[in-house]
């Protein structure tokens, strides 16, 4: 990864809990180290090829000013959310504040927060069988394409399957859909979860009927293991109706435990009645 560093871009403004940081505002000193592809602007030689680190500070510096936070923290990740959208080349972004004036009354040198995000590739798989299955899945998909850290990138058939584990229950219409975020994987499954709570899902029981089903199946060639969130989905491999989206757009993937293509996983299963 190439990077641009902009150090220490003094802003004087007016963030803090205190109302006399409102009011009489103090310095502020931010760093912001962007991740992406130099080639491009290097070998062309021209501006538009890049980042203009000139304009760039305007900005940062203006939408630094334009309104008071209470937290330091909130003003960073605001930062992050600006410089991803407007600068679609960023693939990874460090954002540090100084806070060398803070009123605690101690000597110190400074108090700062750092927040670093990079782009992620998800592979979602996605799921009804309760009512208008056509309509709940382009509504999830729809919410995905709608949310301000999420880039579709691909979306798979749509294919009608049998239930899978708990099978006295009506078929499912499933898909799968790349995405790229700079979102945390646990960040994203809030979302996720959000979503299916929009779109009226209820847990009732495990494997049982629901409205929108959204699985995080992979994120980039990670494997998280936590109470939340397991990545690589434990079930990919056993599941034709995931793995066959998923060959839509990505058979060649590897899955980062078995070590196995997607295009390989299938043909494992397929003799395997679901």
Same mark, same amino acid.
């Given at each position: 990864?190439?990077?641009?560093?902009?150090?220490?871009?003094?802003?004087?403004?007016?963030?803090?809990?205190?109302?006399?940081?409102?009011?009489?505002?103090?310095?502020?000193?931010?760093?912001?180290?962007?991740?992406?592809?130099?080639?491009?602007?290097?070998?062309?030689?021209?501006?538009?090829?890049?980042?203009?680190?000139?304009?760039?500070?305007?900005?940062?510096?203006?939408?630094?000013?334009?309104?008071?936070?209470?937290?330091?923290?909130?003003?960073?990740?605001?930062?992050?959310?600006?410089?991803?959208?407007?600068?679609?080349?960023?693939?990874?972004?460090?954002?540090?504040?100084?806070?060398?004036?803070?009123?605690?009354?101690?000597?110190?040198?400074?108090?700062?927060?750092?927040?670093?995000?990079?782009?992620?590739?998800?592979?979602?798989?996605?799921?009804?069988?309760?009512?208008?299955?056509?309509?709940?899945?382009?509504?999830?998909?729809?919410?995905?394409?709608?949310?301000?850290?999420?880039?579709?990138?691909?979306?798979?058939?749509?294919?009608?399957?049998?239930?899978?584990?708990?099978?006295?229950?009506?078929?499912?219409?499933?898909?799968?859909?790349?995405?790229?975020?700079?979102?945390?994987?646990?960040?994203?499954?809030?979302?996720?979860?959000?979503?299916?709570?929009?779109?009226?899902?209820?847990?009732?029981?495990?494997?049982?009927?629901?409205?929108?089903?959204? %699985?995080?199946?992979?994120? %980039? %060639?990670?494997?998280?293991?936590?109470?939340?969130?397991?990545?690589?989905?434990?079930?990919?491999?056993?599941?034709?109706?995931?793995?066959?989206?998923?060959?839509?757009?990505?058979?060649?993937?590897?899955?980062?435990?078995?070590?196995?293509?997607?295009?390989?996983?299938?043909?494992?299963?397929?003799?395997?009645?679901?």
């Amino acid at each position: 990864m190439d990077y641009l560093l902009v150090k220490d871009l003094e802003i004087y403004a007016n963030h803090g809990v205190f109302q006399s940081e409102k009011e009489l505002g103090q310095k502020f000193l931010v760093t912001l180290k962007m991740g992406y592809n130099m080639k491009k602007g290097a070998t062309s030689n021209n501006l538009e090829d890049s980042i203009h680190y000139g304009v760039l500070s305007k900005e940062i510096y203006d939408y630094f000013r334009s309104e008071s936070i209470d937290l330091i923290e909130t003003v960073a990740y605001k930062l992050i959310e600006f410089i991803f959208e407007k600068y679609k080349i960023v693939q990874e972004l460090t954002v540090e504040i100084k806070k060398p004036w803070a009123p605690i009354n101690l000597p110190l040198d400074t108090v700062k927060v750092t927040i670093n995000r990079k782009k992620r590739r998800y592979f979602l798989g996605i799921g009804s069988n309760i009512g208008d299955k056509q309509k709940y899945v382009n509504s999830a998909i729809d919410k995905l394409k709608n949310t301000k850290s999420i880039e579709l990138k691909n979306v798979s058939e749509m294919y009608t399957t049998k239930a899978w584990g708990k099978t006295d229950q009506e078929d499912f219409l499933n898909c799968a859909v790349e995405i790229e975020s700079y979102e945390e994987p646990e960040d994203l499954l809030k979302i996720t979860q959000q979503i299916e709570l929009d779109l009226g899902r209820e847990r009732h029981e495990k494997w049982g009927p629901r409205t929108i089903d959204i %699985d995080i199946l992979f994120c %980039d %060639d990670e494997i998280i293991y936590t109470d939340d969130l397991k990545i690589p989905h434990p079930y990919v491999q056993d599941r034709k109706f995931v793995l066959e989206p998923l060959n839509d757009f990505a058979p060649f993937f590897i899955h980062p435990v078995l070590n196995e293509s997607l295009k390989q996983l299938l043909r494992d299963v397929n003799d395997i009645k679901l």
